[in-house]
């Protein structure tokens, strides 16, 4: 191995640990993406060292490190188009139904999050609802809905759980219009590959972790779109089903979701459907970038 390489090995090793370390606590989606790359990298270097000195292959490191790259993108490629089959055939739905959140465990002790509770009250903004949807085996995806000072503002704080046990918090930010539109800013790091309502205008920013950042977005946003923000009238639990419902029906009729009479047999989405969330899910694992989807 050329002794760059065996200088960069020893330190990268020990950068990767650090960053799986940290992200095991802060379960950040942004933080995940060095670390899938390093990952992949170290693989492909690794394999190309065990080449050398072994000589089980007779070609250059650089050959074998490259191949076993690719080889790793078809493995992972086929593994995720496996685990978009598998939520395609399962029985939870992509659209669940929420439901109120009267356990008193809607927001999580975390001092990282508790911060983010200091923060909305520190700027005007107050609790409406708390919710909560089944996504799978018994876990839960809680939200807790807040309103900024002149109801103009719905703000969805997402309590999303990892397999470790960790919570990322993610947020959205919602504004309806005098001219019938809805506007959306959030920083939504899971794929979706669907379709929104024509009268939506969603600008996700998996990028902006920050609440401070992300309502600074959407304050930018509403100022370039010059029109006026209504009152939420609508409580947050029946607009968040109604939507969901109406989610459903708009996918199916462009062709994102199968018909029901055939769900049992081929699945939930289409075959175009599975490709579109394996391209997203790529671009936002290594790259952090959500599908641009009207």
Request: charged residues 20%.
């Amino acid at each position: 191995m050329p002794d760059i390489i065996t200088l960069f090995l020893a330190p990268a090793v020990a950068v990767l640990l650090l960053l799986f370390y940290i992200n095991l606590r802060v379960a950040s989606p942004i933080l995940a993406i060095p670390i899938r790359w390093l990952r992949w990298i170290l693989f492909a270097l690794f394999a190309a060292e065990t080449n050398e000195q072994f000589t089980l292959l007779d070609r250059p490191f650089w050959v074998v490190a490259v191949v076993v790259f690719l080889l790793w993108f078809l493995l992972e490629s086929g593994f995720n188009w496996l685990k978009v089959s598998a939520i395609s055939l399962s029985p939870l739905p992509l659209f669940p139904r929420y439901v109120v959140n009267s356990g008193g465990d809607e927001w999580p002790t975390q001092k990282r999050l508790l911060r983010v509770r200091d923060w909305l009250r520190d700027h005007r903004f107050t609790h409406v609802q708390a919710l909560k949807a089944e996504v799978g085996g018994g876990i839960w995806l809680r939200t807790s809905v807040y309103h900024n000072h002149d109801n103009t503002w719905r703000l969805h704080v997402l309590f999303v759980p990892q397999e470790n046990g960790a919570i990322t918090v993610c947020y959205s930010i919602a504004t309806l219009t005098t001219g019938t539109r809805r506007y959306v800013t959030d920083n939504l790091y899971i794929p979706f590959g669907g379709f929104y309502p024509e009268s939506w205008h969603v600008d996700r920013n998996p990028w902006r972790r920050s609440l401070s950042g992300l309502v600074a977005r959407h304050r930018e946003r509403l100022a370039q779109s010059g029109e006026t923000p209504i009152t939420w009238e609508i409580s947050p639990i029946d607009d968040i089903n109604q939507q969901q419902q109406h989610m459903e029906v708009i996918n199916t009729e462009l062709g994102y979701l199968l018909p029901h009479s055939d769900r049992e047999e081929f699945g939930k989405i289409t075959p175009e459907g599975r490709f579109r969330i394996w391209k997203e899910a790529w671009l936002l694992d290594y790259f952090g970038i959500a599908g641009r989807y009207h």
